[in-house]
Nanobody
Framework: QVQLVEPGGGLMQAGGSLRLSCAAS????????VGWFRQAPGKEREFVGT????????RYGDSVKGRFTIYRDNALNTVYLQMGSLRPEDTAVYYC????????????WGQGTQVTVSS
């Protein structure tokens, strides 16, 4: 079991940067792949990116590729989403989620944090 908390949202101007954190409880966090997702009002949840349990592999959605970076510090049980060149269309509630190594789905989700980007 792992519990996820995501501090770090806020109101930003277009072109700015923001880092979100996903802090996890549990001693086996290093065995989980962590994903970031977002959902804007009236839209379906969108894949932002994932990072493997070791941190060696990352994947990104097309809409954020080249602007967002995911990295992790397993010693701190924390995964980060560094967002750059923010756009108004990045406005959404951002969620982190964890998937145990070998599992098919993300079984653990944070409560979400609001990111608003003004033009």
């Amino acid at each position: 079991q792992v519990q996820l908390v995501e501090p770090g949202g806020g109101l930003m101007q277009a072109g700015g940067s923001l880092r979100l954190s996903c802090a996890a409880s549990g001693r086996t966090f290093s065995l989980y792949t962590v994903g970031w997702f977002r959902q804007a009002p009236g839209k379906e949840r969108e894949f932002v990116g994932t990072i493997s349990w070791s941190g060696g592999t990352t994947r990104y959605g097309d809409s954020v590729k080249g602007r967002f970076t995911i990295y992790r510090d397993n010693a701190l049980n924390t995964v980060y989403l560094q967002m750059g060149s923010l756009r108004p269309e990045d406005t959404a509630v951002y969620y982190c989620a964890a998937r145990y190594r070998g599992a098919a789905e993300f079984g653990f989700w944070g409560q979400g944090t609001q990111v608003t980007v003004s033009s």
